[in-house]
């Protein structure tokens, strides 16, 4: 079957650094796709891996191990408008599936 | 681009009662995919309609049902309503299939009550 593995809660503080990781069962994998989403609005795209390795947005990073099936979201100089809810998602070739979802809580 | 808008914002219904959620692409985008997202639970995947065609569908029953339309305009209908559909419906849209796509764009979601 198809499955997503993540952490439900994870606790930062302000400026500090957090990883949030990610586990996967499929047949089919293109890649590993990560979105934010704040309380009552919608889930928005950050970071896409379909090949090994580290890509890097900002504050944002995102790994992909195939081999492994793991993947992470690396947040650095963690600020309070991050705290959020972030899922992992593999695309499969017919479909999105996503995680259950990390909530991260951000205190000063 | 104007972004994902889906109609309406709320609803609230009771139960054995039907209902229908639309939700308008961003311009381009073939793929519109419907998602149901209950607390705790993410995001689950309904159906996906590329180029008016389902071409995925999601584990849920029978009453939950969608449709494109030529223009890429997707509507989803439940009917006969339980007081478990009580979720935030959430729409995406891509301009490739959603499995194949880096980017999926979401609109704000209709947040629907069942009493």
């Known amino acids: 079957g198809q499955s997503l593995e993540q952490p439900s809660e994870v606790t930062a503080v302000e400026g500090a650094i957090v990883q949030i990781n990610c586990t996967y069962q499929?047949?089919?994998?293109?890649?590993l796709s990560w979105y934010q989403q704040h309380d009552g609005g919608a889930p928005t795209f950050l970071s896409y891996?379909?090949?090994?390795g580290l890509e890097e947005t900002g504050r944002f990073s995102s790994f992909l191990s195939r081999s492994d099936s793991y993947g992470y979201l690396l947040l650095q100089e963690l600020q309070m408008k991050d705290s959020a809810s972030y899922f992992c998602?593999?695309?499969?070739?017919?479909?999105?599936?996503f995680g259950g979802g990390t909530r991260l809580m951000v205190k000063p | 681009k104007a972004g994902v808008t889906q109609t309406p914002r709320y609803l609230i219904k009771t139960r054995g009662q039907q209902v229908t959620l639309s939700c308008s692409p961003i311009?381009?985008?073939?793929?519109v995919s419907w998602y149901q997202q209950t607390p705790g639970q993410g995001l689950q995947f309904l159906f996906e309609?590329?180029?008016?065609?389902?071409?995925n569908k999601g584990n849920f029953p029978g009453r939950f049902s969608g449709r494109q339309f030529s223009n890429s305009r997707s509507e989803m209908n439940v009917s006969t309503l339980e007081l478990g559909d009580s979720a935030l419906y959430l729409c995406?849209?891509?301009?490739?299939?959603?499995?194949?796509?880096?980017?999926?764009?979401f609109g704000p979601g209709t947040r629907l009550l069942v009493l």
């Open positions: 995406a849209s891509s301009y490739g299939l959603a499995g194949r796509e880096e980017t999926q764009y």
């Open positions: 499929t047949s089919g994998f293109y890649g």
């Open positions: 891996n379909a090949l090994d």
């Open positions: 998602a593999f695309n499969a070739g017919n479909m999105l599936t």
């Open positions: 311009s381009g985008h073939r793929s």
């Open positions: 309609y590329f180029s008016e065609t389902q071409r």
